[in-house]
């Protein structure tokens, strides 16, 4: 199935929250740079001034990221996340090399989104990273 057969049904709908996950592509750990990664940041806080979308958690991973959105651009989810990856590159002042899309998770109402956010914030522990998030300093969630 290809990309576009695959987002074909995709719906945007303006306060929907979202988990998505977004990767460099090939995998490249380029967000291992401290100064690449907090880009990544910049531009999630440019995302919120600029009212295309409320980050409720992130984390940037050294070759992906995971953030919980709710959606404000009426745009639509596609347009905000094409946004934000071009604004990594402005922030970081070099081409990022993104994998193309994105993949996203809608959630529904009976989602815990605690639950969504540990998870998020958690995966640096899961990949080995680091034994506690406290060591991790690429992440934040208005839950925790």
Request: proline share 4%; aromatic share 10%.
């Amino acid at each position: 199935m290809s990309y576009k057969e695959a987002v074909r049904h995709r719906q945007s709908v303006i306060g929907q929250e979202y988990l998505i996950t977004i990767c460099l592509q090939d995998r490249q750990p380029l967000f291992q740079h401290f100064d690449l990664a907090r880009a990544v940041v910049h531009a999630f806080r440019k995302m919120e001034a600029q009212a295309q979308a409320s980050v409720l958690a992130w984390v940037v991973m050294p070759d992906h990221l995971h953030a919980l959105i709710s959606l404000s651009n009426p745009k639509g989810l596609g347009n905000t996340v094409a946004h934000f990856k071009i604004d990594v590159s402005r922030c970081a002042s070099r081409r990022i090399p993104w994998q193309k899309g994105f993949h996203e998770r809608t959630l529904r109402k009976a989602d815990d989104r605690k639950d969504i956010a540990r998870y998020i914030i958690l995966n640096p522990v899961r990949a080995g990273l680091v034994a506690s998030v406290r060591e991790y300093p690429h992440w934040d969630s208005v839950y925790l």
